[in-house]
C-alpha cells in the first residue's frame, strides 16, 4: 500500500530551498550570479554529519525522491520504491539529500527563471551547462548543509554521470560512488535520438526560438515527440511487447477501419508524450539533452577512463540492466574495467531485468538486495 | 567504377508507365477507379515467360532499382549492387521487373496524384492500403507483362512481407519468395517508432491535415523528423560507432564553445532528414508506414503462421542480417520455424554484418554469395 502512512515511507516532505548569492564560474565560461536549489531532505544527518547520501536526478527528473507532499498526495517521489524507512537507502540510518538540478523546471533556478539582468525569462540565453556545473553547485548545497564527505552519492542514467563526476572532481568529499545504468560517454545512437528530440522542440513553431514563455505558449507538441522519443529508448523491445504487444486501443484490423484501428503502443506514447509537454520546459530539456551528449568522463585525461579514474579515492558500485539499451552493460562494464585498471575498489552487478533502462526506478528483487547490501557497507562506515 | 557503360551495370534505363482501368478492389473496401503503375524491367523475358523476376521496394523506395537513367546519372538504382549482368540477380538470365508501388510518389498513383473524382489531389484521402493491394496490382502488372508466374519475387523490409503475401495470395503465381531482412508482422517497438514519425508529420502546421499540396507547401520539418527516426533504426550501434563515433563536425567540446561544437552523427542526421524531405510525399510516408503497421502475415489464419504458410507452393529463402535491430535475426528465424513446420522447403542465411538493417542494400560477401547461390537455382527451373 503507498500511502504517507506506510511504515516505509518517509512521509510528507517539505521542498526547501537554497538560495545562493556568490557567484558560480560554469563549464561554458560564465558565471552564474545568483540562483536557487530545491531540495528535499529524509532522514536525520548524525552529529558526525557523516551520515548524507546525494541522490542525483536523471535528464527529466527533479527534487522530489521519495515521500508525499501532501496526504492527498496519490503519488509518491520517483525513488520512492528505494528510499525510506526499512529500504535499500534507509533513512533509519541516512540523510538523503536529493535536488533538482541547475537548469530545470522544478524549482531550481533555470531557463524559465527570471534573468536578473533583462528581467526576463532566460528562456535559451540561460548558460548551458555540463555535469561538473551541477556537481560544483551540488557542492555548494553540501557546504550549506554543513556536509563535508558524502557518505555516497548516488545516481542512475544521468545521475550516475554526475556521481562519477562528483568521484573525479571532489575526491576527499566523497566515500562511495553508486553508478546505475550509465556510462562514460554518449554513443553516436544516442546521440542521435537526442538531436531528433531536440529538433522536434526546435521545429515546433511554438519554441519561437525559446522565447515562449514571453509569449504565453509552449511548444507542446514537440517536447511531446521528443518524450515519445526518448520513451521508446526507456524500454526495451521485450517490454513493450509484454506491455502492449500489437494489442489495439480501439477500432479492428479488418478492412475498412483504417483510422479508428489504434494500436495500444501508439495511444500510449501520445500520452506519455502530452503528459509530459503539459509539465516539463523545452529549454531545461534542450539543456538536459545537451549536458548529456556534452558527458565524456575521460576527455581532460587524454580520453584515458583509467586515468582519470586513478584520480578517485572512493569505492564504487556500479550496476547495470540486461535488457538496457540506452545504457547497455556493456557501457558499465567499461566502466568496471577502467576502474579496476585504475586499482579501485568496485563492485558490479548486472541485474537481469525485462524492463530496459526504465528498470533502474523498478524494485526488481536483485537489484534491491544488491544496493541494500552495498549500503548496509556505505553505513558501516558512517 | 560506377558508370552506365560499367559492363556489370543494366545501362541507361527508361521508366515505363502503365495504366488500368480497371478499378481495383481494396482491402479497405474501397475501389480505385484507374490508377498508372510505374516500373522498369532490365534484362529479357524469355520465349516461356518464365524467367521473370518481380523486386518489391521498401518503405521509401521506387521503381529505379538498377541502372540509370542518363549517361550523365552520377546514382545508380538503389539496388544496383546486385542487379545487372553478372552479379546476383543476373539480367543474362533473368528479366527482372521493378516498381513502384501504389501510393507511392515517384511516378505510380498516389496521394500527391489528382483524384479523379474531385480534380484535386487525392492527398490524405488516398484509400489506406495494405500489402495486399500492392500484391494484388502487382499481379496486374505481371498480367501486362504476360507473366503467368514469377520466377522469383524478391524484397528487403517492407519488400519482403510483400513477398511473402505473394507467395500466400498467389501461390500458383510465385515459384521462389525471397524473404530479406523482414518479420511476419511489426513489434510494439516498431509500431512505437512509426508513430513518432507520423506523429512528427501530422504535428508540422505545414501538414495541413494533409492537404498542402493545395497550399503549395511541404511539411519539411515534421518530414524531416520522420526521417531522423526511421534512419537511426536502419542503422545499427556499432555502424553508427563506426562512421560517427564521437566525432565533432565543427567547434570543439572546450568549455564556451556551447551552440558552435556539433556532433557529426547530428549534422549527418539533419542531412538526411533535409534531403527526404525534399524529395519524398508526405502523405505517401504515413500510407506506408501503416501499411507495414497493418502488415499481420497469418492474422486471418488464426494468427497462426504454419497455417498460413500452408497455403504456400513455393520455395523460400530467408535472409536476416546479425546487427539488424528493426527486424532482428530472430524475426527471421519465426519465418524459417513456421516454414519448416509447413513442410516448406527453405534456406536460411544470418549474415554477419556491422550495418544493421541497412545491410540489406549493400554488397557483403557472404550475403552476395547467398543469393548468387540461390538464384542460380531459380535460374535453373526457368
Redesign the interface.
Known amino acids: 500500500m503507498n500511502s504517507p502512512a506506510d511504515s516505509h515511507s518517509v512521509g510528507i516532505v517539505t521542498p526547501q530551498v537554497a538560495h545562493f548569492d556568490t557567484p558560480l564560474h ?4 560564465h558565471d552564474l550570479p545568483t540562483y536557487d536549489l530545491v531540495y528535499e531532505t529524509y532522514g536525520e544527518l548524525n552529529d558526525k554529519h557523516s551520515n548524507a547520501i546525494l541522490v542525483c536526478h536523471a535528464l527529466s527528473g527533479h527534487a522530489h525522491a521519495a515521500g508525499y507532499h501532501s496526504v492527498d498526495d496519490k503519488k509518491p517521489g520517483w525513488w520512492d520504491e528505494c528510499i525510506g524507512p526499512g529500504k535499500p537507502i534507509d533513512t533509519n540510518n541516512f540523510f538523503v539529500v536529493s535536488l533538482n538540478n541547475l537548469g530545470g523546471c522544478h524549482g531550481s533556478t533555470g531557463p524559465s527563471s527570471v534573468n536578473p539582468a533583462t528581467g526576463k525569462p532566460w528562456g535559451p540565453d540561460f548558460p ?1 551547462l555540463r555535469a561538473r556545473d551541477w556537481v560544483n553547485s551540488q557542492a555548494r548545497l553540501a557546504d550549506y548543509l554543513g556536509i563535508d564527505c558524502w557518505a555516497a552519492v548516488i545516481g542512475g542514467s544521468l545521475g550516475g554521470m554526475q556521481a562519477m563526476r562528483w568521484a573525479l572532481e571532489y575526491p576527499q568529499r566523497i566515500r562511495h560512488c553508486i553508478v546505475i545504468a550509465a556510462a562514460m ?5 544516442n ?3 537526442n ?2 528530440a531536440r ?2 522542440i526546435l ?3 511554438e519554441y519561437a526560438g525559446g522565447h515562449y514563455q514571453e509569449r504565453n505558449t509552449i511548444p507542446a ?2 517536447l ?2 521528443a518524450r ?2 526518448g520513451h ?1 529508448t526507456y ?1 526495451s ?1 521485450n517490454a ?2 509484454s ?4 494489442d489495439l486501443h480501439s477500432g479492428s ?1 479488418e ?2 477501419d ?2 479508428s ?1 489504434e ?1 495500444q ?2 495511444s500510449y ?2 500520452y506519455q ?1 502530452s503528459q509530459f509537454s503539459g509539465s516539463f520546459d523545452a529549454n531545461t530539456y534542450i539543456l538536459m539533452t ?1 549536458a548529456l ?2 558527458f ?1 568522463l575521460a ?1 581532460e585525461y587524454n580520453d584515458d577512463p583509467v586515468a582519470a579514474f586513478g584520480h578517485t579515492l572512493c569505492s564504487f558500485l556500479v550496476i547495470s540492466f540486461s535488457t538496457d539499451w540506452r545504457f547497455s552493460p556493456q557501457r558499465s562494464r567499461e566502466i568496471v574495467d577502467a576502474l579496476i585498471a585504475a586499482g579501485r575498489p568496485v563492485s558490479y552487478a548486472e541485474i537481469e531485468a525485462d524492463e530496459g533502462h526504465d528498470a533502474f526506478l523498478l524494485p526488481i528483487p536483485r537489484y534491491v538486495n544488491v544496493l541494500s547490501a552495498y549500503m548496509l557497507r556505505v553505513g558501516a562506515h558512517c
Open positions: 560554469l563549464a561554458c565560461g548551458p560517454k554518449l554513443s553516436a545512437q546521440l542521435a535520438f538531436e531528433v529538433q522536434a521545429s515546433d513553431p507538441q514537440g511531446a515527440l515519445m522519443v521508446i524500454l523491445d513493450m511487447a506491455k502492449f504487444g500489437r484490423l478492412q475498412g483504417e483510422g484501428a494500436f503502443v501508439q506514447l501520445r508524450g545537451r551528449d556534452y565524456d576527455r
